[in-house]
């Protein structure tokens, strides 16, 4: 190499910016491994991959129409979990598609099985960290609704820069909701709730869909584990509603 030529650039390794998950390692259940090795090829989406195994490829693409084999009003769930909540809404609303973000594979698993059982042929799954579902697979302006029930609180003060709802993430749904779509969201930390608030009252592109301090709680979301396990614990549950303007 001569003194004039570039130096090669450094291969990346890390993502730029901390997730707002830690990947658990733990193995899944003989049941969970069945639905998973059965179920994948009719629910989960193929990902192109960046670095880690959960990123998304800059130029992925997810074509709706395509995947659904029709046209229809898309709703996502970031942070599916076990599934309960989206599972119930696709089988009670067939004339919606809904996309389930998690990281968690065997929770993706007991969604894939719960969806085949209720007949849920309206509903995807993709393994991936959901910022980089939005930014870089959906399609801009291709979401009619995103959900966000429970993330993860990240607590503790030195963690709290791993939670999901920031004003990068306000920018980034904004992005990949239609005009008058809905962002909503709902915890039961209250720190947290009052970050979403003071996050989403300021993100350009965004109005907000109720009145008083807190929204009205949203009629398609069923109580889940998390939900159950906060109030057992005396926590109160704060829904928020924010338009996509």
């Known amino acids: 190499m001569s003194d004039t030529d570039p130096e090669p650039a450094e291969p990346r390794t890390f993502r730029d910016h901390p997730v707002s998950f830690v990947r658990r390692s733990g193995?899944?259940?003989?049941?969970?491994?069945?639905?998973?090795q059965e179920l994948a090829p009719q629910y989960l989406v193929d990902v192109p991959r960046d670095i880690a195994s959960t990123s998304v490829a800059r130029d992925a693409r997810f074509d709706p129409a395509t995947v659904y084999g029709r046209t229809?009003?898309?709703?996502?769930?970031?942070?599916?979990?076990?599934g309960h909540a989206i599972v119930h809404a696709a089988?009670?609303?067939?004339?919606?598609?809904?996309?389930?973000?998690?990281?968690?594979?065997?929770?993706?698993?007991?969604?894939?099985?719960d969806a085949a059982a209720a007949g849920a042929a309206n509903l995807?799954?993709?393994?991936?960290?959901?910022?980089?579902?939005l930014q870089h697979l959906l399609p801009a302006?291709?979401?009619?609704?995103?959900w966000v029930f429970f993330p993860d609180p990240?607590?503790?003060k030195r963690h709290t820069k791993r939670r999901l709802i920031t004003a990068e993430f306000a920018g980034?749904?904004?992005?990949?909701?239609?005009?008058?779509?809905?962002?909503?969201?709902?915890?039961?930390?209250?720190?947290?709730?009052?970050?979403?608030?003071?996050?989403?009252?300021?993100?350009?592109?965004?109005?907000?869909?109720?009145e008083g301090?807190?929204?009205?709680?949203?009629?398609?979301?069923?109580?889940?584990?998390?939900?159950?396990?906060?109030?057992?614990?005396?926590?109160d549950i704060r829904d928020l509603a924010y338009r996509r303007a």
């Open 27 to 36: 193995r899944m259940s003989d049941g969970q491994e069945r639905a998973w």
């Open 72 to 82: 229809a009003p898309l709703i996502v769930e970031i942070g599916s979990g076990q």
């Open 91 to 113: 089988s009670t609303r067939p004339d919606v598609d809904f996309l389930a973000v998690e990281v968690f594979r065997a929770g993706l698993a007991r969604t894939m099985k």
């Open 124 to 133: 995807r799954l993709v393994e991936a960290n959901a910022p980089e579902v």
């Open 141 to 146: 302006g291709s979401a009619s609704e995103v």
């Open 154 to 156: 990240w607590h503790k």
């Open 172 to 210: 980034i749904a904004a992005a990949a909701l239609r005009p008058g779509g809905m962002l909503r969201l709902a915890t039961d930390w209250e720190d947290y709730a009052v970050q979403m608030v003071t996050v989403m009252d300021a993100a350009p592109g965004f109005a907000r869909a109720f």
């Open 213 to 235: 301090e807190w929204a009205e709680r949203f009629d398609g979301r069923v109580m889940t584990a998390f939900e159950r396990k906060g109030i057992e614990r005396g926590r």
